[in-house]
DNA sequence: ACCAATAATGGGTGCCAACCTACAATAGTG
DNA sequence: CACTATTGTAGGTTGGCACCCATTATTGGT
């Protein structure tokens, strides 16, 4: 109580620094704390490839939920992205611009468009997943085939429980 | 390939519109989607409780790398946790004012601090990892003890690859 | 005694995600 | 028809995070 483990990092005694490296053990000691820094850290390196290609997250998202789904009416798509629908008209304005959404009005309702991925949405959307992949690799790296699918099946289930139906 | 699944989302012939809701599946085969998601919402949660304690991330990093490791000089305090050595200097400034860590003129060398986690800070400390565990069992509801256990190890893997020493 | 390097600080910048409000067009309802 | 609700849009706010630079005090070297 009185004693930590008290390295006494480099007081300086004569000089020389002697400066520890590692993360806290009270912090990597929480699965929550490594769950955030690798998903962070994963998170980066998939953002700067978007980066790449003038996109962001959520135009990837997109791009996927209506390949994934089809068409929908852009509000039900924000609303399944749990995205904000002036945000979502943002990210849609700019995957228009590129062709590789279209928005069409719906005749039943003129207020709503129906938002459909276009041929070069799928191309890109595939260029997109592969960049992905190759993060993955990258993060993954330490990890066999085995590990990785452990994982995989670890995280889907924790997913599955509060964001999955 | 001309043909995606095409649920056609919701194009209301009737008037009746049925969104779907799940996360689109071509996301959510990426281990590294999975991970930021998972990821991002345990930073989120903990993030928010911290808030309730005027605290954020970077002060808990402080107080931990300090209780574990003993006194750092300020400036490799930000190393270890590579901060920006300004920055550290605001999180300092807070922790300082709330006495939960205590800043004194390196005698050696008079341009440096040493910085050290007081009494008042440990005990914050036991506070907010005692926050961080029950975010922890909030987001790792559905796992069991074992799974835990292997999903830790497998962060803590991935982790030490490109953090760890 | 002088000079170059270093520690800490103060005061910014830019970026991004999340959110919020007001508004115009359209729809359904009594 | 009058009224209310909904859709998409425009615009702006906020908070966090990561940087970066100029300044000041202090050091160590020569």
Same mark, same amino acid.
């Given at each position: 109580?009185?004693?930590?483990?008290?390295?006494?990092?480099?007081?300086?005694?004569?000089?020389?620094?002697?400066?520890?490296?590692?993360?806290?053990?009270?912090?990597?000691?929480?699965?929550?704390?490594?769950?955030?820094?690798?998903?962070?850290?994963?998170?980066?390196?998939?953002?700067?490839?978007?980066?790449?290609?003038? %996109?962001?997250?959520?135009?990837? @998202?997109?791009?996927?939920?209506?390949?994934?789904?089809?068409?929908?009416?852009?509000?039900?798509? @924000?609303?399944?992205?749990?995205?904000?629908?002036?945000?979502?008209?943002?990210?849609?304005?700019? %995957?228009?611009?590129?062709?590789?959404?279209?928005?069409?009005?719906?005749?039943?309702?003129?207020?709503?468009?129906?938002?459909?991925?276009?041929?070069?949405?799928?191309?890109?959307?595939?260029?997109?997943?592969?960049?992905?992949?190759?993060?993955?690799?990258?993060?993954?790296?330490? %990890?066999?085939?085995?590990?990785?699918?452990?994982?995989?099946?670890?995280?889907?289930?924790?997913?599955?429980?509060?964001?999955?139906?």
């Amino acid at each position: 109580m009185t004693d930590s483990s008290a390295t006494d990092n480099g007081v300086t005694k004569s000089g020389v620094t002697e400066t520890g490296t590692g993360a806290p053990p009270s912090l990597t000691a929480l699965t929550t704390y490594l769950l955030s820094r690798v998903g962070k850290d994963a998170r980066g390196r998939t953002a700067a490839r978007l980066a790449g290609r003038e %996109l962001r997250m959520w135009h990837m @998202a997109v791009l996927a939920a209506l390949a994934d789904f089809g068409p929908h009416p852009q509000r039900d798509l @924000a609303v399944r992205l749990s995205i904000d629908p002036s945000d979502m008209t943002k990210v849609l304005d700019e %995957l228009v611009a590129r062709g590789q959404v279209e928005r069409t009005r719906d005749p039943h309702d003129r207020r709503r468009f129906s938002v459909a991925v276009s041929a070069s949405g799928k191309r890109e959307l595939r260029r997109l997943t592969a960049e992905a992949r190759a993060v993955q690799d990258e993060v993954l790296a330490p %990890l066999d085939a085995r590990e990785r699918e452990q994982l995989h099946a670890l995280l889907a289930k924790v997913f599955a429980h509060r964001y999955g139906r």
